[in-house]
């Protein structure tokens, strides 16, 4: 089964990505959020990882459903 990552952009939307661009980095040296273009509303934002211990079961769900398009560089 793949791993998707859950993110929030700046806009406050939440989905889903396969791939979390350069977290392998860790958040001390590159800060936590990467652009992705948010499926929702199209554009380029800073998306960080959610926190889905606090998102309910809906939220997870149709954040799940939303996916990034996969980051091609």
Do not use: Y
């Not at 860790?26 to 929702?40: F, H, S, T, W």
């Not at 960080?48 to 954040?63: I, N, Y």
């Amino acid at each position: 089964m793949e791993h998707r990552t859950v993110v929030r952009c700046a806009e406050g939307h939440l989905f889903s990505t396969r791939t979390f661009p350069m977290q392998n980095l860790g958040a001390g040296r590159l800060g936590p959020g990467r652009l992705i273009r948010c499926p929702q509303c199209g554009r380029m934002r800073s998306s960080v990882p959610a926190d889905v211990s606090v998102l309910t079961a809906p939220e997870l769900a149709r954040a799940l459903r939303l996916e990034a398009a996969p980051f091609l560089a």
